[in-house]
């Protein structure tokens, strides 16, 4: 039906008619296609570029977290042990071992020491320090009253 009709009509008409199809199918191609396809992309980009610029904040604020986190474990287990080293030398305990470890705890080593002196030494440490001694394991060591200690302290604060 609609082929006879176009057929009935001269070649001029239907190179017209033609012409006329090819352009409202390229028009309705870009108006359909290309152009909603386009500023979608310009959105994305749009979106990318504010999205970069959080995660430029985000990271700028997670670096100064970590620095300002380990400035602060850094003097608190400094502190830590400067405390445990001081009452030590209050107690004449001569340490062996004064480790911290990454939880911000401080694994302290003694060896043939006087059993009282752990004690008072511990019972200062908690009391007066304020400090958490976290365990404890006690051996006795080879000599009279000695005994080998092996103690985690964190500063509870």
Do not use: C, H
């Not at 511990?122 to 400090?131: H, N, Q």
């Not at 060591?141 to 103690?151: L, Y």
Request: positive net charge; charged residues 20%.
């Amino acid at each position: 039906m609609l082929g006879d009709w176009f057929n009935a009509r001269p070649r001029r008409e239907q190179l017209y008619l033609l012409s006329m199809i090819l352009a409202v199918g390229v028009w309705v191609v870009v108006q359909v296609i290309i152009l909603p396809a386009s500023a979608a992309r310009q959105q994305m980009e749009i979106n990318n570029q504010r999205a970069s610029e959080v995660l430029t904040r985000v990271d700028a604020k997670a670096t100064r977290l970590v620095a300002l986190r380990s400035a602060a474990q850094s003097s608190d287990r400094s502190s830590l042990t400067a405390a445990i080293s001081r009452i030590s030398k209050l107690e004449g305990l001569v340490v062996r071992r004064l480790q911290p470890n990454s939880r911000g705890e401080v694994q302290v080593r003694f060896e043939a020491i006087n059993y009282d002196a752990l004690v008072k030494w511990l019972y200062r440490l908690e009391v007066t320090e304020g400090l958490l001694v976290i365990d404890v394991a006690i051996v006795r060591s080879s000599g009279a009253g000695g005994v080998n200690a092996t103690i985690r302290v964190a500063d509870p604060g």
